[in-house]
């Protein structure tokens, strides 16, 4: 029950992340919206990883969490102008 809770709050989270990425004013505020739905899509593999009892869902948002690091500190060197 209480899984199915967390659910919702990750997808009005996501949502909510997405119309930003689609509404943001200015370009560094769809970059961070972007920020913020990868570090809730990994929540969400952490707690799916949980609900079935598998640890490879953990591995998965371990890995996906740098990748997105790293894609989120080349996108604000880019904005930035340093490349």
């Not at 707690?47 to 969490?65: E, Q």
């Amino acid at each position: 029950m209480i899984e199915n809770v967390f659910l919702i709050i990750i997808g009005i989270a996501i949502i909510m992340c997405l119309l930003r990425m689609m509404l943001g004013p200015t370009t560094p505020d769809r970059a961070v919206a972007l920020d913020t739905a990868s570090t809730i899509i990994t929540a969400l593999l952490v707690l799916l990883g949980f609900m079935f009892k598998r640890d490879i869902y953990l591995d998965v948002a371990l890995v996906y969490g740098i990748l997105t690091f790293i894609g989120t500190v080349i996108i604000a060197r880019y904005l930035e102008g340093g490349i």
